[in-house]
């Protein structure tokens, strides 16, 4: 059965997820999308960078963010899609080898129409139990026909 918007409420944390980060896709990720050499050049950034070796593009993590959240929350909601994201911060580098998980906690919950409603999250990538990157989403779910008044609301 999915989680539905009325599923929610401001305070609720779940922890998922297990990304195994190799340098394979940190380059091949880093060449299509972020070509800088601190994200492509193994042997440079290792002497030159301030990271001290390969490091992940920042939207290389956002975007294994958004492989966990599909696959371990999202797939399982009565999801409609997002209004957007605020605050998208790189806190830490992410390296070859690391295991990144998620920890996201409902901020708030809004009824936007009779149909759905939005929820506000933090999202939290966690290498360990140190943030690496940060967010917050706002996501439209669907509500449950039943919760539904007679006049559609």
């Known amino acids: 059965m999915p989680t539905f918007f009325e599923d929610f409420s401001a305070g609720q944390t779940e922890e998922f997820g297990a990304y195994d980060v190799t340098e394979e896709e940190i380059l091949q990720f880093a060449s299509q999308y972020d070509p800088q050499w601190f994200h492509t050049d193994p042997e440079r950034a290792r002497e030159e960078s301030i990271y001290g070796g390969l490091i992940a593009s920042g939207w290389h993590t956002t975007a294994m963010m958004m492989r966990m959240l599909v696959d371990e929350f999202l797939s399982e909601t009565a999801a409609l899609g997002a209004k957007g994201i605020d605050e998208l ?64 609301n």
């Open 89 to 152: 911060r790189w806190r830490r580098p992410v390296r070859p080898g690391d295991t990144l998980s998620l920890r996201l906690t409902v901020l708030e919950t809004e009824t936007e129409g009779p149909d759905r409603g939005l929820v506000k999250t933090r999202i939290e990538v966690l290498n360990d139990a140190e943030v690496v990157c940060s967010m917050i989403a706002l996501t439209m779910f669907a509500r449950r026909d039943d919760e539904r008044d007679d006049c559609g």
